[in-house]
């Protein structure tokens, strides 16, 4: 993957011209690569730059290729105009791109009142990565913003209390001493090295390198003052499943999908995410993590932390875009769970050992193998099993999960009352009544609320016109006046039943006679609750396979048993599939 840095550097240039200051990896072969720019294989030889420059005759890794770049022509190349500033640079040479934000600072002199204020001298301030040429744009776009990031925070620093100016005199002291020492053992690398050791900004920049390699997480305090925090989203989702990443794109697609009914797993225990907060975490953030339970969907946790559902997807997404957490939906006995596509664990995998650190008692391959079909945690458990058995079964599974290990599958329902197919949505759909239509996850916004799932019932003069329209022009078949038998039973004396009805009866004027015969032959049909409940699904749209079980339960508020036994009623007219949710599915790799 090519997520990780090959390396970072900072230039300067001012008054004085541009400088390297400081660059990171600084290990280096330096003797081989100064004989393999100048030696000759005979004398009469002509040394060609361009050769030992990208090393086209060369087979080197990215890594060991930067060292081939002199610090003078890393300057030159880092150093913009004036008018460049503040915008993205990028730079590819064959293999390798260059990324950076050049940023402009007035150089702090608040006990030199001699100089007026539009005297003061400015100095490029550029911190620049190197990375592989082949990386995508959501990488290179997020080590943009990262360069960003650390110039705005020098520029605060600088303007506060001149500690860039402080920095930049002591590195180029400390090269110049070292270069002028004349002692042999002291080349380039030993002068990075204890730039590294004398200067604070030398050593955060080092430290954002370590981090990006190895978590993709970096925070860390400028000066011990300023606040500089950033994540690489692609690197924090990957340390969980090699050679697959989830780009900030992906996230953002996952926020779209997000529903009240959703749930939360931290990939982190809980304290170690508490402990790991600032002292100026924002107190919503607190509230959230003191309820938080895998067991909860996002209406729970809003309810319990007195927040709004806006502002519980707004901290969602942070969690997400820090790699601490994925959606799942809320784990109970019914869920049911598949090995995941690309979950190949071996006996030597590290990922036994670390099971078995955790779960003594079990062994990992044994417990996947449970799962090799889809399968509900209800059916590895019976009546007898001790409550601390079903305890360690909620934890293997929580563990599985943030492993990518196991991924939860949904039921979708098709309805299909013809072997041609079933109807065309359009005409299923004569009146539009989702429920969540309105939906806005734009978080922030007052349409992000529950308040938008209310059922809009129709008016009065709807009602006549349809009742005329229908009675009117549609003629009375088979099927109409076995449907109107029943409209005459005592339901008909609560109001908004009659009205459902009355849509009803509408709707199914839009059915054909194959379909409409193929419905009276399903014995429930007779049953005027369940065929109630039918035509009310199919309504709303919820028998095209766009919508899964879970999602019905809680936007039409039906039990799960009600609903499985209306599956089993009509099973001669709707066929039934398992797949991933979509707002799951972004955190496992490609599965069709």
Known sequence: MDIDPIGIFLVKNDSNGDKLLFRYPYLGDHDSISKLKYTRHTPYSLHIAEDTLYGSNITKNEGEKLTEFSDELLSNLFSVKPNFSDHKFEL???????????????????????????????????????????AEYSVVKSYYDLSRRIGVAIRHEEKRCGYFGKEMKLMTSTDEMISSSGDANNDTQSSFDVIASQCSLARN????????????????????????????????????????????????????????????????????????LPPDASPSLIRFLKVYSPLKNFQMISADSDLTIAQVFNLIGHFLNWGSAMIIYPLCESNIYVIAPGAGITSNSPLTEKFAQQFPEHNLLEVMEEFSLPSTMVHKLNPLTHPEEQAVLVQMVAWMLRHRLLMQLHTYVYFMPTKKGMVQAEELHPISHSRYQSFNT??????????????????????????????????????????NSWLNISIMDETDKVEDLIFEDEFITRFSEEEKNALLKIPASSSPEDFHLLMRLLKQGYLQGTSHMEEIMYLENIRRSQLVQLFEKFQDILITCESADPAVSIFYPEMF
């Open 442 to 483: 734009n978080f922030g916004q007052s349409g992000s609320d529950l308040d938008t799932y209310s059922l809009q019932a129709p008016s009065d003069s709807d009602i006549s016109s349809v009742i005329s329209e229908d009675f009117a022009k549609t003629p009375m078949t088979t099927f109409q006046t076995e449907l």
């Open 92 to 134: 590819k040479i064959n293999n390798i791109r260059f990324v950076g934000h050049p940023t402009f600072i007035k150089q702090c002199f608040k006990f030199k009142s001699s100089l007026k204020k539009e005297e003061t001298p400015s100095i490029l301030v550029h911190v620049v990565f190197a990375l592989k040429a082949s």
């Open 205 to 276: 920049l080092k430290y954002v390198y370590e981090s990006l390699c190895s978590t993709g997480k970096v925070h860390f305090r400028l000066n011990n003052w300023i606040e500089v925090s950033f994540c690489l989203t692609q690197k924090a989702h990957s340390i969980y499943m090699t050679n697959f990443t989830v780009s900030p794109e992906d996230i953002d697609r996952c926020l779209q999908n997000l529903k009240p009914y959703h749930g939360l797993l931290l990939l982190e225990d809980i304290n170690t995410v508490l402990n790991s």
